[in-house]
């Protein structure tokens, strides 16, 4: 299967019919559903926070976070992606946002933030305009600047190869995160899903 | 989009990122339409006769999380956009009993000392929701569209 990301950019990938496909897909809820728990488990929070959903798409995972009693706000470049989520009367805050462009919150207003098979795109040039390394170091700087101090990012992405991650790894470190990648299920080359799993400000880490 | 969501969001412009005057973004007062949608309802049972009471739902503990990270000047500068102008001047304190700590019961006093406020924060922050309009960042001047509840935060390739 060749991977959306070499297709298109996001937006225009999760079209109309493309958007319901994935929303109604229960095999791919099912996934989203499991990774969406995995992320909550290692974002390990003790109660009712206020959480932003990288990538939402049509708020599957936001429904995971509603059902905890989380607030959420997500963000998702797919407008299909977002009517998805309207129709589905999901709970959090969805607006269409380029997460490359910055994250526009202010200091300190998320407790947590979670991200579901989207940071990949960044890596991605689409345009002659869309520089990788800028978009990355600009999803990181204002990512960890709207996070509260010590507040967890938890990603689970498909990357493309270990360059990929280490990109990725690299620009979260230069933003100020510590923490890394966790890699469940590393023998199956099938079933491997990776999650980075980061914190803001200093301190030591434990993974 | 939520009240809430208001006192959080800011310019996405990256130039923007050190001026003071990026947050909060100046909300149209002619074209924001504003829903208020009702309190949801949990169903209980009743310990003394085990019958079904429905009570609103709150969610406390949120509220409880989030009150501190408030601006309240914001909250009242936005109030005021959308025609609000009945809030209290300084952000409301939670009554105390005690020392708060995190037990579970000092929590519940918490809440119980709190009730009224929280029902009304709850109905602010996340029952009042901007269902269209537009918004405007006051360093730059870029307009963000609000359509369908849905806030347009894509940035032109000249401002990205
Ligand atoms: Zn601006």
Redesign the interface.
């Known amino acids: 299967m060749s991977r959306p990301e070499d297709l298109a950019p996001p937006e225009v990938f999760y079209n109309e019919s493309e958007s319901s496909k994935y929303t109604t897909n229960t095999r791919v809820q099912h996934i989203q559903a499991k990774m969406t728990l995995r992320a909550l488990e290692l974002l390990n929070l003790e109660k009712s926070s206020f959480i932003l959903d990288v990538g939402c798409g049509s708020g599957l995972s936001g429904e995971i976070l509603s059902e905890d009693n989380h607030v959420w706000c997500g963000m998702d470049i797919s407008p299909d992606m977002l009517q998805q989520g309207l129709e589905r009367e999901v709970d959090g805050d969805i607006m269409l946002q380029d997460m490359g462009q910055g994250i526009p919150f202010r200091a300190g207003s998320f407790d947590a933030a979670i991200s579901i098979s989207a940071i990949q795109w960044l890596c991605n040039a689409d345009t002659s305009y869309n520089d990788p390394k800028q978009r990355l170091m600009r999803f990181f700087n204002t990512l960890f600047g709207c996070l509260k101090k010590n507040g967890k990012f938890v990603a689970q992405f498909y990357p493309k190869d270990d360059s990929q991650t280490d990109q990725i790894l690299q620009a979260s470190k230069i933003a100020g995160f510590s923490g890394g990648l966790v890699v469940d299920n590393p023998e199956s080359k099938k079933n491997r899903k990776y999650y980075l799993v980061l914190t803001s400000g200093s301190g030591s880490s434990d993974i | ?2 009240f ?2 208001t006192n ?5 412009v ?1 130039s923007c ?1 050190i001026s003071n005057d990026s ?1 909060p973004l100046k909300y149209n007062g002619e074209t924001c339409k504003i829903e208020q949608t009702p309190l949801d309802t949990v169903t209980t049972t009743n310990p003394a006769d085990g019958s079904d009471i429905d009570e609103e739902y709150i ?1 406390y ?2 509220l409880l ?2 009150i501190d ?1 408030l ?1 309240w000047n914001a909250v009242l500068e936005v109030a005021q956009d959308l025609g609000n102008t009945s809030l209290p001047a300084s952000k409301p304190s939670l009554t105390m009993d005690g020392d708060f700590n995190e037990t579970s019961a000092d929590h519940n006093t918490m809440i119980n000392n709190n009730k009224a406020l929280l029902r009304d924060l709850q109905i602010l922050l ?1 029952q009042t929701n901007i269902v269209e309009g537009d918004m405007k960042c006051k360093n730059c001047g870029h307009v963000y569209y609000i359509k ?8 032109p ?1 000249h401002l ?1």
Do not use: H, Y
């Open positions: 989009m939520k809430l969501t959080f969001l800011k310019c996405s990256k990122d947050f969610n503990e949120f999380g989030i990270r601006d996340m369908n509840g849905i806030p347009n935060l894509l940035l390739p990205a």
